[in-house]
């Protein structure tokens, strides 16, 4: 038996004579820095795209296109991100064994941003950028060992950053794009990414009332109305222009009359039109006060 160990460990070792680590774009290495993968594009000559090192072991991986980003843990299990040249799927992640073996191989069709792991979970989490088959960008969470997809998480824009926390068993994420202008943070935990917080900057530091009306009208659109009120509140309390004042109270008043509070939204109303006279509300304002009247 033990000769049979030193032939193969012989064995691996003239596999590697045939890498340099500098010929390889980046490393990944287990915690325990017993395995890596290694990430390449052509070299001399040959197609070699990834090669999985470890005890006794020098393989090269195949089925690979254009890879990107690998995770790989203590017992010898990986995942590779990668990216396809043609057809209509942009992105896979692929999942090998211990001995090179295709474990499985999950298709996206979306962009892949990045991917981030937390190998003392076990776990790799891969971020989307916007697909034409997609409403949104998505982080998704897969287990390394089995190529398991454990939950999908929209997100409102491709996440810049993401930080797993083992101990927490959580992932923060970081979303900034265009479309938000700003950077969201998100708390996903890991036990069937639920949504266990999220935090906007604009609240958590505000640098005027302007902040709190940005948001205060954003959740209104969203439906979110006790948060519109509050934020709205703030706003006013804070200090913003005359005519974002009116449209301050109009919006305090839409809220108040949508819940049938009629002497609260003539109110709002009449304090949107004396901060701005031109906001629109002299109808709205005589028909809620026939009402009042009637009552």
């Not at 033990?2 to 012989?10: D, F």
């Not at 191989?105 to 003392?120: K, M, P, V």
């Not at 997609?134 to 939950?151: A, H, P, R, Y």
């Not at 901060?275 to 006060?289: C, D, F, Q, S």
Request: proline content about 4%.
């Amino acid at each position: 038996m033990g000769r049979k160990i030193q032939e193969v460990r012989q064995s691996t070792l003239k596999q590697m004579a045939q890498f340099e680590e500098s010929d390889f774009l980046s490393w990944h290495h287990s915690p325990n820095k017993n395995w890596k993968i290694g990430l390449t594009g052509f070299l001399n000559d040959r197609d070699v795209m990834a090669v999985l090192s470890g005890p006794n072991v020098c393989i090269e991986l195949k089925r690979l296109e254009q890879p990107q980003e690998a995770a790989i843990i203590d017992e010898g299990y990986s995942a590779i991100s990668d990216w396809l040249s043609n057809g209509n799927l942009c992105g896979r992640v692929l999942f090998f064994g211990p001995h090179g073996e295709l474990v499985h191989l999950r298709e996206i069709s979306a962009n892949i941003g990045n991917l981030f792991h937390d190998l003392s979970s076990g776990l790799v989490f891969v971020t989307t950028c916007i697909a034409p088959s997609e409403d949104s960008c998505v982080v998704m969470c897969f287990e390394i060992k089995s190529g398991t997809l454990l939950w999908k998480v929209p997100v409102r824009e491709p996440a810049a950053f993401l930080f797993p926390d083992s101990q927490k068993r959580a992932v923060y994420v970081c979303e900034q794009g265009s479309k938000s202008k700003s950077e969201y943070f998100l708390e996903i935990g890991y036990e069937g990414g639920k949504v266990l917080e999220e935090q906007d900057p604009r609240l958590i530091h505000p640098k005027s009332g302007y902040d709190f009306m940005e948001v205060a009208f954003e959740k209104n659109k969203t439906g979110n109305f006790v948060e519109a009120k509050d934020l709205a509140e703030k706003a006013l309390t804070m200090g913003v222009s005359e005519y974002c004042k009116g449209q301050l109270f109009r919006l305090l008043g839409e809220i108040a009359e949508r819940n049938g509070l009629f002497h609260e939204a003539l109110r709002n109303y009449e304090l949107a039109l004396d901060a701005n006279p031109k906001i629109g509300l002299v109808r709205r304002i005589k028909t809620l006060r026939s009402k009042s009247a009637n009552n």
